[in-house]
């Protein structure tokens, strides 16, 4: 653990608590199917490294990706057919079965793993919206890929009956973009937050939350998927946790990644993080995201990320792995 959050504790300003971040592909490994036998094996692994840090003292709020799930869940409804006597499920309520089916497999993970340490019924899960803004520049243009591949001509037919937006994808066949605007608010950070008052484990924020935009009436739901890292580090900043944990596929983040002079990095200040995304050192499509969402936990008063894998976090936490990205130092007064 760092010197920072082991001063948080010292300080005797309360618990530590983090919010951990995992990804949708978490729950299924690569080569697998995705069966939820699989994804049920996949999170008790992951339970037991959670359920590890609760049994030390750490409040913990999990969050998770969704992005395979949403794309089963989209190709179920493909399958089916139009003709069918089964209704279509809009992004939105894709959004909201993925929360569910999810949040029901890492909870029952928990609720077992942390009961096995004496823990019992310690674990909630709360369907979560994320509030963004009707005039992001994201609804204007589409980059976000998700559900199945199509042939050219499938695609020309959704464009044409659905208004649905297709772009190529890599060679692989054609793909629907949605928008994937910036997350605004949390609507049930309070909640939450009382929830981890109270001594719970709470699973929240799944997918990064159904997109929703406020109206005179209050909320009305809308096409789009949102960063779950984005909304993760929206949500750690409004808990006023001092530890985002974001995981990945790799233990450390690296630079020149994969090529023969990579470097792991073991610490960077957000200034670094800021001047390697300027220089492209990671990539929108892999480590940009989880680094931006780092930079702008910081910048909204947090103390500390940590990137590395689920099966190494107890150790990362313990300062043995991982990346810290930390705030730039404060400079030291002038004196005359």
Aim: charged share 20%; glycine share 12%.
């Amino acid at each position: 653990m760092s010197a920072r959050l082991r001063g948080s504790r010292r300080n005797g300003t309360g618990p530590s608590r983090a919010v951990v971040a995992i990804g949708g592909n978490a729950l299924i490994l690569d080569g697998q199917q995705g069966t939820i036998a699989e994804q049920y094996d996949n999170a008790i692994e992951m339970a037991r490294h959670i359920a590890t840090l609760v049994s030390t003292g750490w409040g913990i709020v999990l969050t998770h990706g969704n992005g395979p799930q949403v794309g089963f869940i989209l190709l179920r409804s493909e399958l089916v057919g139009d003709s069918a006597p089964v209704p279509q499920l809009s992004l939105e309520m894709s959004s909201a079965d993925s929360q569910g089916g999810i949040g029901h497999i890492l909870a029952m993970a928990l609720l077992n793993e942390l009961s096995a340490r004496g823990l019992r019924d310690r674990v909630a899960y709360v369907l979560t919206h994320t509030v963004v803004d009707p005039a992001d520049p994201a609804f204007e243009n589409p980059t976000k890929p998700i559900g199945p591949f199509y042939t050219e001509s499938q695609a020309a037919t959704r464009r044409r009956r659905s208004h649905w937006q297709m772009i190529e994808d890599s060679g692989r066949g054609y793909r629907r973009v949605v928008p994937s605007p910036k997350p605004v608010r949390i609507v049930e950070s309070a909640q939450i937050r009382t929830l981890v008052d109270a001594g719970h484990v709470v699973i929240a924020v799944g997918g990064g939350g159904i997109p929703v935009v406020e109206t005179a009436g209050g909320y009305e739901g809308v096409e789009a998927v949102i960063d779950k890292d984005r909304a993760s580090a929206l949500l750690a900043a409004s808990l006023e946790v001092p530890l985002l944990v974001l995981s990945t596929g790799v233990e450390q983040v690296a630079w020149h990644f994969r090529q023969p002079d990579q470097r792991l990095l073991a610490a960077m200040t957000s200034g670094e993080a800021l001047r390697y995304l300027a220089e492209g050192e990671f990539p929108k499509g892999s480590m940009g995201p989880k680094v931006e969402a780092a930079v702008d936990f910081l910048a909204r008063g947090g103390q500390e990320v940590l990137i590395t894998t689920p099966a190494a976090l107890e150790r990362a936490i313990a300062g043995q792995t991982g990346t810290r990205i930390v705030p730039d130092p404060i400079p030291a007064p002038v004196t005359t």
